[in-house]
């Protein structure tokens, strides 16, 4: 059985159209392709359907609404639209438990959804991220429970979704895909169906678990880089010198295929994955016998720099004669990642939490989150507007490296504030020139590291 023709316009269901899924599915279809994104969240699909965006990603809401109003994307709950698609895509979420143990819940019921439904021909795609060896022992079973003989009658491969939120749309566009087939033809047919549908590089690996540990370590690597230049940062403030210049002197040093790329240092880590993968990867080599302390220590060090960011911040304030009980902080930025309004674990929440225990007023102005979100998932006081947040304040926190945070006007923000303010740069990364010419207007300075 041959998968996949070489149709040039395959029919594209998405499972599971949340984040990974809605995006896909906007690229797919701006390249001419009939794609439906099923999903059981009613409400959600009803927004989409309304042209409100589902989840905050730059451009998203601009790409899918007249994808949408064109036909060429539809949206529903009804698994029925299965049937005439003849590539799947699996996009649902797998979270972790509290013990980092993989939680299969929805990536199950959707299986269970499609085995029915399958018919001879199809190819099936996971992109979900899992643990080594789910493709093969969990979904192959649960989609061959409908009759369907996976490698006879449809095919199915495992192609790791690694996209950056904030830059996801240009990345579809570019990004080398990953492809472990479950078998040679699954293998094949999903690397002429990403080289057709989006034109991008594809990377073969000899099968699925290989491709599911790609994922992981991709995101172990950036977490333990994170934990390091964290660290770094620490180390850097004892001898107070800049870790910045540390890390861009020291990433000159060619190493390997490529040079030392130490990654920059910030008030946390936070989102959907980074948080949660290492330990899906740890849990998994723990029930097989094996400790990875990399991945214990990465997480834990991460995990501590909101306190430590509310430690340099009060320290900042006390070396400029401020109370942190009776001071009004400007927050710049809640979510987790710059230039998104993603909340997710974000680590602005254990900073604002510190900050609200200690007795400070936080007002917080993020341009990219709803402020409802805010209010609930992070805490302080949501404002409108940045002259809202700065007026008054003895700090501006910024924990979020928005475009629009980056070329602030230093002397409008200077007459707003309660001179001597300081500035805490937990994610901006200020250039030296800037740091002089702020506290050449009279700001105090300080950073992770700096």
Same mark, same amino acid.
């Given at each position: ?108 019921? =959707?299986?269970?959804?499609?085995? !029915?439904?399958?018919? &001879? ?8 991220? =899992? ?9 192959? &079973? ?9 490698? #006879? ?23 080398? =895909? ?80 490529? #040079? ?11 989102? !959907?994955?980074?948080?949660?993968? !290492? ?73 604002? #939490? ?23 998932? =992070?805490?302080?006081? !949501? ?52 740091? #002089? ?14």
């Amino acid at each position: 059985m041959e998968f996949l023709s070489d149709s040039p316009s395959p029919r594209i269901a998405i499972l599971g159209f949340g984040y990974i899924g809605s995006c896909l599915g906007a690229a797919l279809a701006e390249r001419g392709m009939s794609v439906v994104g099923i999903d059981s969240d009613a409400s959600m699909i009803a927004g989409l359907r309304a042209g409100r965006r589902a989840v905050p990603e730059p451009g998203l809401a601009e790409a899918l609404a007249p994808l949408v109003a064109s036909g060429r994307l539809a949206c529903t709950t009804d698994y029925d639209a299965l049937e005439d698609a003849d590539v799947v895509l699996i996009t649902v979420g797998t979270p972790v438990d509290g013990n980092g143990a993989l939680l299969t819940a929805q990536l199950e019921e =959707v299986c269970r959804q499609l085995a !029915p439904r399958l018919r &001879p021909g199809q190819l099936v795609i996971l992109k979900s991220t =899992v643990a080594p060896g789910t493709t093969r022992t969990l979904v192959v &079973p649960l989609l061959e429970s409908g009759g369907l003989v996976e490698g #006879r009658d449809f095919g199915l491969a495992y192609c790791p979704e690694r996209l950056a939120e904030g830059d996801a749309l240009a990345q579809l566009r570019e990004l080398t =895909v990953v492809v472990g087939g479950c078998g040679p033809g699954s293998t094949a047919a999903a690397a002429r169906f990403w080289k057709a549908a989006l034109d991008v590089p594809v990377r073969i690996v000899p099968t699925a678990d290989i491709a599911e540990i790609v994922k992981l370590a991709n995101n172990w690597w950036i977490d333990a880089n994170v934990a390091m230049a964290n660290e770094l940062a620490r180390f850097c403030a004892l001898f107070e010198v800049d870790v910045m210049e540390v890390i861009a002197a020291a990433n000159s040093l060619p190493k390997g295929d490529g #040079r030392v790329n130490i990654l920059r240092p910030g008030a946390g880590v936070g989102g !959907p994955c980074l948080t949660k993968d !290492p330990w899906m990867t740890w849990r998994t080599a723990r029930d097989r016998g094996v400790r990875l302390r990399t991945v214990e220590t990465a997480r834990r060090v991460n995990d501590a720099m909101p306190e430590y960011a509310y430690e340099v911040l009060r320290d900042g304030l006390a070396k400029m004669g401020k109370d942190l009980a009776s001071a009004r902080i400007a927050v710049l930025g809640a979510a987790f990642k710059n230039d998104t309004g993603d909340l997710r674990n974000t680590p602005v929440t254990g900073v604002v #939490r510190a900050l609200l225990a200690a007795g400070a007023e936080v007002r917080i102005f993020d341009p990219l989150a709803e402020k409802e979100l805010i209010r609930s998932q =992070v805490g302080g006081f !949501p404002v409108d507007d940045l002259d809202q947040a700065v007026r008054g304040a003895d700090a501006v926190a910024l924990l979020a490296g928005h475009r629009q945070f980056r070329d602030l006007d230093l002397e409008r923000l200077r007459r707003r504030v309660a001179m001597p303010c300081l500035i805490f740069d937990g994610r901006m990364h200020y250039r030296p020139e800037t740091i #002089r010419r702020l506290r050449g207007l009279g700001f105090g300075y300080r950073g992770i590291g700096r």
